[in-house]
């Protein structure tokens, strides 16, 4: 038999299980594949299994599986698992990850990372827990870890990455070339070339494009930008994002306050950025904090109950503006009917209009300069939405109770609260912002109290003076 037909006749191999499924969940298969792998301590079927996964797809892995297991996964994966999948977790599965993890092991797999990867990781652990891992590392990388968690949380310096390609001014575009060749320290990505002074002075930057396309006897400065657009590093984070957002960056110089280059932010890092402070203004909207979907029963009930109990206060409030009419509701057992309408209308209106504001207050594009058109914007808005539903509410009224007037008197609660929510949901953002208290975390309880206030006390008091009704 030939070795052609001898190779003909061997097993196929065995197909590899997806990764993810059609909808891009990951696959049950792969994940009963992967737990059957780890509580065998089967080192070769896991590496198999898991060890080129992306870390986007290793970071939900470990959150579907048991805690138990996760801490065992790492262990069998060794120098296969990339502790950059500790980014793609939620803050709290990665704590306990971390506490279930040996010092030295952490800091092996800490050294294989970008700075910024690193401080991410260990940002949120205590001051005794950061300083047990980074004791374990070496000095270099101890010291650039250190200084990047000397800088205020949320700021640019938290984010920035340390290891960045910077040279002399002197130097030519044949030297550059030929030190990124040799040198074997280099970034893993990097889009610009930076050049600085012998104190570090960040002087300006070069593009890679322009390094590619300039003859090698060509000094870096004839061809380098100033840098407009460095960033400094106390800056807060999101003021970094509307920055790369507006200019179209790819990348941006981090300096200190003496202008000295200390790191560089890349587009990555500020995708993260925009996408946190997002999560960060929804969850504030629902005054549910900072908290992950992997939080315990204890946590989340702690973090919801402040608001809860601001919102109780403001319910209180509303009652107490219907009691001061409860011999009117008595003589017209309508009015009760139709009060929810009236409140429910206002606080959708001020909902609507408070959103806006509160996008408008973080992207900056409401400012002095245009508030009184957006102001004017909303009056007219809430007037036109409000008669509408007048007459809409009015007429319903009228033929649900077989009383003209009582539509009369809905209708008009309806404009005024609609007009009060329009302006509270404008106006109330903006005072909480000049008063540097979060709008996207104070906004909904008062506009929902000033709605709710204002229509209670509308309907009910146009009602006892339309019908002659007891106060």
Same mark, same amino acid.
């Given at each position: 038999?030939?070795?052609?037909?001898?190779?003909?006749?061997?097993?196929?191999?065995?197909?590899?299980?997806?990764?993810?499924?059609?909808?891009?969940?990951?696959?049950?298969?792969?994940?009963?594949?992967?737990?059957?792998?780890?509580?065998?301590?089967?080192?070769?079927?896991?590496?198999?299994?898991?060890?080129?996964?992306?870390?986007?797809?290793?970071?939900?892995?470990?959150?579907?599986?048991?805690?138990?297991?996760?801490?065992?996964?790492?262990?069998?994966?060794?120098?296969?698992?990339?502790?950059?999948?500790?980014?793609?977790? %939620?803050?709290?599965?990665?704590?306990?990850? +971390? =506490? !279930? &993890?040996?010092?030295?092991?952490? *800091?092996?797999? @800490? /050294?294989? $990372? %970008?700075?910024?990867?690193?401080?991410?990781? +260990? =940002? !949120? &652990?205590?001051?005794?827990?950061? *300083?047990?891992? @980074? /004791?374990? $590392?070496?000095?270099?990388?101890?010291?650039?870890?250190?200084?990047? &968690?000397?800088?205020?949380?949320?700021?640019?310096?938290?984010?920035?990455?340390?290891?960045?390609?910077?040279?002399?001014?002197?130097?030519?575009?044949?030297?550059?070339?030929?030190?990124?060749?040799?040198?074997?320290?280099?970034?893993?990505?990097?889009?610009?070339?930076?050049?600085?002074?012998?104190?570090?002075?960040?002087?300006?930057?070069?593009?890679?494009?322009?390094?590619?396309?300039?003859?090698?006897?060509?000094?870096?400065?004839?061809?380098?930008?100033?840098?407009?657009?460095?960033?400094?590093?106390?800056?807060?984070?999101?003021?970094?994002?509307?920055?790369?957002?507006?200019?179209?960056?790819?990348?941006?110089?981090?300096?200190?306050?003496?202008?000295?280059?200390?790191?560089?932010?890349?587009?990555?890092?500020?995708?993260?950025?925009?996408?946190?402070?997002?999560?960060?203004?929804?969850?504030?909207?629902?005054?549910?904090?900072?908290?992950?979907?992997?939080?315990?029963?204890?946590?989340?009930?702690?973090?919801?109950?402040?608001?809860?109990?601001?919102?109780?206060?403001?319910?209180?409030?509303?009652?107490?503006?219907?009691?001061?009419?409860?011999?009117?509701?008595?003589?017209?057992?309508?009015?009760?009917?139709?009060?929810?309408?009236?409140?429910?209308?206002?606080?959708?209106?001020?909902?609507?209009?408070?959103?806006?504001?509160?996008?408008?207050?973080?992207?900056?594009?409401?400012?002095?300069?245009?508030?009184?058109?957006?102001?004017?914007?909303?009056?007219?808005?809430?007037?036109?939405?409000?008669?509408?539903?007048?007459?809409?509410?009015?007429?319903?009224?009228?033929?649900?109770?077989?009383?003209?007037?009582?539509?009369?008197?809905?209708?008009?609660?309806?404009?005024?609260?609609?007009?009060?929510?329009?302006?509270?949901?404008?106006?109330?953002?903006?005072?909480?912002?000049?008063?540097?208290?979060?709008?996207?975390?104070?906004?909904?309880?008062?506009?929902?109290?000033?709605?709710?206030?204002?229509?209670?006390?509308?309907?009910?008091?146009?009602?006892?003076?339309?019908?002659?009704?007891?106060?």
């Amino acid at each position: 038999m030939s070795e052609a037909a001898e190779l003909d006749m061997t097993a196929p191999p065995e197909p590899q299980i997806p990764v993810r499924d059609e909808e891009e969940h990951l696959n049950p298969d792969f994940i009963a594949a992967v737990e059957t792998a780890i509580r065998a301590k089967d080192q070769f079927s896991l590496r198999e299994l898991a060890a080129d996964l992306h870390e986007a797809d290793t970071g939900d892995l470990l959150e579907t599986l048991d805690a138990d297991e996760r801490a065992a996964f790492i262990h069998l994966l060794g120098d296969d698992f990339d502790y950059t999948a500790l980014t793609e977790i %939620d803050e709290a599965v990665r704590l306990q990850l +971390l =506490e !279930d &993890l040996p010092n030295e092991v952490i *800091a092996e797999g @800490l /050294e294989d $990372l %970008d700075s910024d990867d690193a401080v991410y990781i +260990l =940002e !949120d &652990l205590d001051e005794d827990d950061q *300083a047990a891992i @980074l /004791e374990e $590392l070496p000095y270099a990388d101890r010291a650039q870890l250190q200084k990047a &968690l000397d800088y205020p949380e949320d700021s640019a310096g938290r984010r920035m990455q340390s290891e960045f390609i910077a040279v002399a001014p002197f130097w030519t575009v044949g030297q550059t070339i030929d030190y990124m060749r040799e040198a074997r320290d280099l970034p893993d990505s990097f889009y610009e070339i930076y050049v600085v002074d012998p104190t570090f002075k960040l002087l300006g930057a070069v593009h890679l494009d322009k390094i590619l396309r300039t003859k090698r006897q060509e000094k870096v400065t004839s061809i380098m930008e100033e840098t407009r657009q460095a960033v400094l590093a106390t800056e807060d984070q999101e003021e970094t994002a509307r920055r790369f957002e507006r200019y179209n960056l790819v990348s941006a110089a981090v300096v200190d306050e003496n202008e000295r280059l200390v790191g560089v932010l890349t587009v990555d890092d500020i995708v993260d950025v925009i996408q946190e402070e997002a999560e960060e203004d929804i969850r504030a909207l629902a005054g549910v904090g900072d908290e992950e979907i992997s939080d315990s029963v204890l946590t989340i009930a702690r973090s919801r109950f402040t608001w809860l109990v601001v919102n109780l206060g403001t319910a209180i409030l509303a009652s107490v503006v219907i009691a001061l009419f409860e011999d009117t509701i008595e003589a017209m057992v309508a009015l009760a009917v139709l009060m929810p309408i009236v409140a429910s209308m206002g606080g959708n209106a001020g909902t609507q209009t408070m959103t806006v504001a509160v996008r408008g207050i973080a992207t900056q594009e409401l400012s002095t300069r245009n508030m009184l058109r957006v102001l004017n914007r909303e009056v007219l808005v809430s007037m036109l939405n409000g008669v509408a539903l007048a007459v809409l509410i009015g007429i319903t009224a009228w033929l649900w109770f077989a009383s003209p007037g009582l539509g009369i008197v809905i209708g008009g609660a309806i404009v005024i609260n609609m007009l009060f929510a329009g302006l509270s949901g404008l106006l109330i953002p903006i005072v909480l912002d000049r008063v540097n208290v979060d709008p996207a975390i104070a906004s909904s309880v008062f506009v929902t109290t000033v709605t709710d206030v204002v229509g209670f006390f509308a309907f009910l008091g146009i009602a006892a003076l339309w019908f002659g009704l007891p106060l």
